[in-house]
T-cell receptor
């Protein structure tokens, strides 16, 4: 059974720091991995989608890497800003069936202090 | 704007009442699904659909019913609400191809008293 884990559960950093959020999954048979951002009381906004054949994807100050063989992904945020404060979720699309289901991690809640 | 639309945004129900959470997408996506989000439990799949007329159960289907008569709509029905169904509900959609990502709605916050 695919399980997704995100560490740490919470992170507090001063503004300007570069930071890394971690996501690990137990079954390497995935189609892709998607990183989402969730602001308090809001929905999920897709940040980056990285395919199983890719090593990384970049969007602005965000960079996501994927090492499928080791079951790990990282989300790198450069030069963090208070507006980056949110919960970050990773989700894998399992490759074991054609159902389109997503398996989510519990999320990392990030606070960037001015 | 193209996307996933959920209604209502907030709802309070009494135990035993029934209601339908609406979800519509205008992107012609084949796959649609419902998740609930609870503190400490993360997002859990309730029901999903791979196309009109085809639905299946997810991880936590008990107490919920779905149908998919059109590609665009995927309503979630609570048959007899219970306090344990107090949660935030998200609808999501995706194209059928395996390389696609998911788009989520803004959620429905449901309280059962």
């Amino acid at each position: 059974k695919q399980e997704v884990t995100q560490i740490p559960a919470a992170l507090s950093v001063p503004e300007g720091e570069n930071l890394v959020l971690n996501c690990s999954f137990t079954d390497s048979a995935i189609y892709n991995l998607q990183w989402f951002r969730q602001d308090p009381g809001k929905g999920l906004t897709s940040l980056l989608l990285i395919q199983s054949s890719q090593r990384e994807q970049t969007s602005g100050r965000l960079n996501a890497s994927l090492d499928k063989s080791s079951g790990r992904s990282t989300l790198y945020i450069a030069a963090s800003q208070p507006g980056d404060s949110a919960t970050y979720l990773c989700a894998v699309r399992p490759g074991s069936s054609n159902t389109g289901k997503l398996i989510f991690g519990q999320g990392t809640t990030l606070q960037v202090k001015p | 704007n193209a996307g996933v639309t959920q209604t209502p945004k907030f709802q309070v129900l009494k135990t035993g009442q029934s209601m339908t959470l609406q979800c519509a997408q205008d992107m012609n996506h084949e796959y649609m699904s419902w998740y609930r989000q609870d503190p400490g439990m993360g997002l859990r799949l309730i029901h999903y659909s791979v196309g009109a007329g085809i639905t299946d159960q997810g991880e936590v289907p008990n107490g919920y019913n779905v149908s998919r008569s059109t590609t665009e709509d995927f309503p979630l029905r609570l048959l007899s609400a219970a306090p344990s169904q107090t949660s935030v509900y998200f609808c999501a959609s995706s194209p059928k191809r395996f390389t696609a990502g998911y788009t989520f709605g803004s959620g429905t916050r449901l309280t059962v008293v």
